[in-house]
């Protein structure tokens, strides 16, 4: 009888531990492996960084309506500037350092007076992809315009070839040498004897090309009560 009941105590120890496996085997949740890592790339920008620009070394007031600008961009070949952020300056190849925008003359989006000026630079690489459109580089300076002294025409000499063109601009300065916008409305042109030819007769620049002989040649800049002059040398 004691032996009998012995079988029955160790079968209702059996069943109830393979009762509790079973039931581990519920409860446990299958462990799954970690998914792998999905990369999306991120796409590469084309064409130059928007980059940066300061006048005049954060001047605090600018008497000079071309200013010295520092200028920066990655991947830039070409830039341009501007009064507006819409009217913009021909291209340029790329350099950290620019004085020949002018700020107040009018052109290229800025205007004719003192103030507060703005000046905006865009850039291009060499297969002619722009900067962001969405984001141009700017910075703003107070310009004081100063009392025009002297005019020059730049360059003031050069030398061409009979028939050959060249580019000449007037320029203006106070007494200290800032330079001091032109209205180019009233700047007239003439040439010497009526050899040569200029084009346009008004305007802050005009072209000259040189006649079909040679030698010394001159044109002349007037503005209000100032006038220069500059040297052709036309050589076959």
Request: glycine share 8%; net charge negative; proline share 6%.
């Amino acid at each position: 009888m004691k032996y009998r009941i012995n079988i029955i105590v160790l079968t209702f120890i059996s069943a109830m531990i393979l009762l509790l496996c079973v039931g581990c085997e519920q409860i446990v949740p299958n462990i799954l492996p970690d998914p792998e890592p999905i990369f999306i790339p991120i796409p590469t920008p084309v064409g130059p960084s928007i980059g940066w620009i300061i006048i005049e070394n954060d001047l605090e007031i600018v008497k000079d309506c071309t200013p010295a600008l520092s200028i920066y961009s990655e991947g830039a070949t070409y830039m341009s500037f501007s009064g507006d952020g819409e009217n913009w300056s021909e291209w340029e190849e790329y350099s950290t350092y620019y004085e020949d925008f002018n700020i107040a003359n009018g052109i290229n989006g800025t205007e004719f007076s003192s103030g507060i000026k703005y000046v905006y630079v865009r850039f291009k690489d060499e297969k002619g992809n722009l900067s962001s459109s969405e984001e141009i580089a700017f910075d703003t300076a107070e310009f004081e315009f100063g009392e025009l002294f002297s005019v020059k025409i730049v360059p003031d000499e050069v030398t061409v070839k009979v028939g050959e063109s060249h580019l000449f601009t007037l320029h203006g300065y106070d007494i200290k040498s800032n330079e001091v916008p032109l209205n180019g409305s009233i700047v007239t042109w003439t040439k010497c004897c009526g050899v040569g030819n200029l084009s346009p007769a008004t305007g802050l620049s005009t072209t000259y090309t040189a006649p079909s002989s040679s030698g010394p040649r001159n044109i002349s800049g007037h503005y209000e009560n100032l006038s220069t002059g500059a040297v052709v040398i036309v050589e076959k």
